[in-house]
């Protein structure tokens, strides 16, 4: 036998992965145990699930296709990466869909045995790929995953319908020997999921391992690869998605806060995970109540705010309209409230599980009336914990609803997060109004803040809603000067926050040439651009808007220290509306909206064009 | 805060519930009355410090009940009473929350806020100030506006069939449903109390007069010389008599209902449905909901049926204590620090 043969093993700074396969395939389990064994091998990581709406589209069709895309390095890393190096293609639809973005040369490894002539017509090939020259140029594995799989599980009491979909790990195995990583996880994983299953923990594990030895054994590779761990910041470390920490994010709100978490929440996709995660946090306290729709979600809310609660409720942005009409009553109200809205393609259903930055001017704008809210969008997943930290921060401080943007792509993305300690999160204080003597439900305090006063408590039995308020009082009042004082204390009272937020902070030069601007979950691809531009030598500055209204107080002055500013957006230049009409200042924008993250690639070219050639070099 | 009630002596009188607002409601509306009543009950069936109780409410003309009462209150956006009062129960289970809401508000834009909470028995007190027409925005027809009546947007006659009220809160599994009629103080009283006693999604439709926009709408069932013969006043245990003379009564046949005369010789009060709030068969309930559109028949007035079941909130705070039983008392840190975690040195 020859297999004792060593392979050789080449050291890679990064690489980026894309998994691909029928959605009925398991290919974002496999995504997601990679990641997971890849951030505890110690690589820095950024994750792109890619999945089609329907559940399970018909097999082996073009739009049935699921991807994964995971980005590791040695180095700190911010984006899933532009194109893949590797892409692994469970069948021909998961090639077709994929090859436009691989890199050239990159590498493909196939499931040879899905390339038959049903699945290569359902994929609309005339003739084989993987035969015909398309893939010329490109480094070819063709691995009969399927047989070698079912092979593997002989013996195994398995249905055949069940080894076949076993077929994944196998892939995972073939894959963490081809980047040298451990299978010690995944198997822990397959025995803990699989607990009340034998069966499946016999076959999982043995495709798993099967895999791994078939690297070892054949005579396909003739090398591997190893990424060293990156060197992170000192800490304990987790892999994280964005919803999960969002909805960590708020459970350390309400232990900081002392306040029960309400959450009233209808699913919709990308933003359910958060009523899934914090219902399992019962023994905390946190009360979630399913609605019977996004009016009821965020009016349930409304009510548990009034009644003394950190009161929450999570959409997308399609409940987000629904929750229109009602943010205003909590906009007339005064009352804290926090709506998270996990952006994703529209409008109308638009593209369900795809990101987008379009519903910036739906939050900052989106009411009848003049209803001023604070509006806040975390830039990457573990951001998420810290803007909801926020976002809970000032609606209790200021009494108002405040809405927390994210979206699909860092919601279902993942990062590793140095983990705080509670003692490092400061505590949020609430108090709740008690003396009876000088009490009036819309007496301000000096943030100019109404006091919460919740039922329950004596002596200060008193009526809101959504009529004008009159100032101070509270009563009931059509007085045209009063209504013009309390639209304007509304809005001054959001203004104000600019005082209590932290400052822009400009990463690079403080002034020059080009500054590039973004927010929310664009920060990694626009940093990562920066940086590549900077690193080609031209002089190119970033700003990352985290809180959106107000703007930081300094963003004028940030602004007018550079000469040119691009807007890079997945959208149609709504951070660049806002900032042109507050500041009045030319900007020029860079806008792609395919439901997808946008590309280092042509930030880069971007910068460089709007550059002008050498300019700023 | 409310968690210790404390057990001490609470003697309220009407007034204590009465708030520093003038009433605004037009001169004769029913919902002076409405109001009246639960001033009244209210010290008798309050069994908590008045801090503790909550209205809540839609938009409409009856929608501004809660700012006549001196206790909290929250004057919602149209149709969402039901959904914030939820809100308001679930965050404080020891808060007393009762809703008031139009046939509009209730039945029409919160339809589906009303049929949840019946459906989910969240602990709600709901009065729907049933007038058949949108009062606040002067006169277009409702979800309980007759067949064939005329209003501002149905001036040729409205062509839709009225809910029946009592029978969309059967099919929604409210665990209490009951009738009164605004003219009827004693009754909408003992109504208000019942409900008010109730643990779980208490509905009462209130007949109410508008005498603006739909004046005389429940005239027969409110005028000396009509009201015996159309109103049926169910009492639990007790058959179903009516009339004048109480000389009329209800009969059920199978599940066919009818009326029969109680003078003629032929049938006796031992022959009549005696009424049975706890009937654990929805069907009945249903027949007596349908008197109401069956010509020559009366409309009941009363509870027309009660359950005992776990209400939400209770579910709620149950399950979170049984969590923690078996869980333990949530710990932050160790559940930002769980799952695959590990160091950088
Ligand atoms: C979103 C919204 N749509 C419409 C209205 C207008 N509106 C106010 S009250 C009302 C109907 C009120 O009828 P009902 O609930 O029966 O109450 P009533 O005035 O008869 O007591 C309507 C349509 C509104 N305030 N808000
Ligand atoms: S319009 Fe009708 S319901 Fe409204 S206050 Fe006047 S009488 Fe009452
Ligand atoms: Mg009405």
Redesign the pocket.
């Known amino acids: 036998m020859e297999t004792e043969k060593e392979k050789e093993l080449l050291q890679l700074k990064e690489v980026t992965i894309r998994f691909a396969g029928d959605s009925g395939d398991g290919m974002q389990l496999t995504g997601t145990q990679f990641s997971e064994t890849t951030a505890l091998v110690g690589n820095d990581l950024n994750t792109l699930p890619d999945y089609p709406a329907e559940i399970r589209a018909p097999a082996g069709t073009i739009y049935g296709v699921s991807g994964f895309q995971l980005h590791f390095s040695s180095e700190d890393i911010y984006t899933p990466g532009d194109q893949p190096d590797v892409l692994v293609a469970m069948n021909p639809a998961a090639l077709k869909k994929n090859l436009p973005e691989l890199k050239k040369g990159g590498m493909i490894i196939v499931n040879s045995d899905s390339f038959d002539i049903k699945n290569l017509s359902l994929a609309h090939y005339e003739s084989n790929p993987l035969e015909d020259g398309t893939l010329d140029g490109y480094q070819v594995y063709q691995v009969p995953i399927s047989s070698l799989t079912a092979n593997a599980l002989e013996g195994v009491k398995l249905s055949p319908k069940e080894v076949s979909r076993a077929k994944n790990f196998f892939a995972l195995g073939l894959m963490y020997w081809l980047f040298n990583r451990p299978i010690d996880n995944t198997v822990n994983w397959i025995h803990q999921k699989f607990a009340k299953n034998p069966e499946y923990i016999e076959g999982n594990e043995k495709a798993l391992r099967a895999g791994y030895n078939y690297g070892e054994m054949t005579e396909l590779f003739t090398a591997r690869y190893t990424v060293e761990p990156a060197k992170l910041p000192k800490g304990i470390y987790r892999s994280i998605s964005g919803n999960e920490a969002t909805a960590l994010g708020f459970l350390t709100a309400s232990v900081k806060s002392g306040l029960p978490l309400f959450l009233g929440s209808y699913p919709i996709t990308p933003a359910s995970e958060i009523i899934q995660y914090l219902s399992t946090y019962k023994n905390f306290g946190v009360k979630t109540f399913q609605a019977e729709d996004e009016i009821s979600g965020i009016t349930t809310a409304i009510g548990a705010a009034f009644a003394g609660n950190l009161a929450i409720t999570s959409t997308s942005g399609p409940g987000l309209a629904l929750k229109t009409?009602a943010i205003g009553l909590a906009v007339m109200t005064e009352l804290p409230l926090v709506i998270i809205d996990v952006q994703r393609g529209g409008p109308s259903t638009g593209l369900p599980t795809k990101t987008e930055q379009a519903d910036l001017l739906q939050a900052v704008c989106g009411r009848n009336g003049e209803a001023p809210v604070a509006v806040v969008a975390a830039a990457t997943p573990s951001d998420c914990f810290n803007m909801a930290l926020e976002a809970s921060r000032i609606a209790i401080k200021y009494m108002t609803p405040v809405i927390l943007l994210t979206d699909g792509y860092i919601a279902n993305g993942s990062e590793p997060w140095r983990i705080p300690h509670t003692n490092e999160i400061p505590e949020i204080p609430v108090k709740f109004r008690t003396e009876k003597e000088g009490f009036y439900p819309y007496l301000r305090n000096e943030n100019l803040a109404r006091p919460w006063a919740i039922p329950g408590t004596p002596g200060l039995e008193h009526r809101i809603g959504g009529l004008e308020k009159s100032d101070i009082y509270g009563n009931v009042s059509y007085d045209p000067d009063n209504h013009h004082k309390m639209v304007q204390l509304r809005a001054k009272k959001i203004k104000n926050i600019e005082n209590d937020i932290p400052l822009l902070e400009v990463e690079g030069d403080q002034s020059g040439e080009l500054l590039v601007a973004g927010w929310g979950g664009t920060y990694g691809t626009i940093k990562e651009a920066v940086n590549k531009a900077r690193a080609q030598g031209y002089k190119v500055s970033q700003v990352h808007f985290r809180y959106i209204n107000p703007f930081p107080k300094n963003t004028e002055q940030v602004l007018k220290s550079f000469k040119k500013i691009l807007i890079p957006e997945i959208n149609l230049g709504q951070l660049a509306r806002l900032i042109k009409s507050e500041f009045i200042i030319d900007v020029q924008q860079f806008n792609v909206v395919r439901g997808l993250p946008l590309r280092v690639a042509d930030i880069v070219d971007q910068i460089i064009k709007t550059l002008g050639g050498n300019n700023g070099k | 805060m409310a968690n210790n009630v404390e057990v001490k002596e609470i003697k309220y009188t009407a007034k204590d519930f009465a708030s520093d607002q003038e009433v605004r409601w037009c001169p004769g509306c029913g919902?002076y009355s409405i109001l009246a009543q639960v001033q009244r009950t209210f010290p008798e069936i309050i069994d908590r410090p008045k801090e503790n109780i909550v209205w809540v409410s839609?938009?409409?003309?009856?929608?501004r009940f809660p700012y006549y009462m001196n206790t909290y209150g929250f004057h919602g956006?149209?149709?969402r009473a039901p959904a914030i009062a939820t809100g308001v129960k679930l965050a404080n289970p020891n808060l007393s929350v009762w809703v008031a809401?139009?046939?509009?508000?209730?039945l029409?834009?919160g339809g589906n806020h009303f049929i949840h909470a019946c459906r989910k028995n969240i602990d709600l007190k709901i009065l729907m100030?049933n007038?058949r027409?949108?009062?606040?925005?002067k006169g277009?027809y409702?979800p309980t506006s007759e067949r064939g009546k005329v209003t501002k947007t149905t001036p040729y006659g409205s062509i839709d069939y009225p809910f029946n009220p009592p029978m969309l809160a059967l099919g929604a599994e409210a665990s209490f449903i009951a009738r009164s009629i605004d003219r009827h103080p004693k009754h909408l009283q003992e109504m208000i109390r019942r409900a008010g006693l109730h643990k779980g999604t208490a509905f009462i439709e209130i007949f109410q007069n508008?005498n603006i926009f739909n004046d005389g709408a429940f005239s027969l069932l409110t005028e000396k010389d009509t009201k015996d013969d159309h109103v049926l006043e169910l009492i639990h245990g007790q058959p179903m008599v009516f009339g004048k003379n109480k000389n009329k009564g209800i009969k059920l046949d199978g599940l066919t209902p009818m009326v029969v005369d109680l003078t003629s010789g032929k049938y006796s009060k031992d022959d009549l449905w005696v009424h049975d709030e706890f009937d654990p068969n929805p069907a009945r309930t249903a027949i007596l909901a349908m008197f109401d559109e069956t010509p020559g028949f009366p409309t009941p007035i009363g509870v027309f049926r009660q359950i005992i079941k776990e209400t939400y909130d209770e579910g709620m705070f149950r399950q979170i204590e049984e969590v923690k039983k078996k869980k333990g008392e949530g710990e932050l840190e160790k559940i930002l620090f769980s799952g695959n975690v590990w160091e950088v040195n």
């Open positions: 009409e | 919902d839609g938009i409409g003309c009856s929608s956006i149209h149709g809401s139009g046939d509009g508000d209730l029409s834009i100030f007038n027409i949108y009062g606040l925005t277009q409702s508008c």
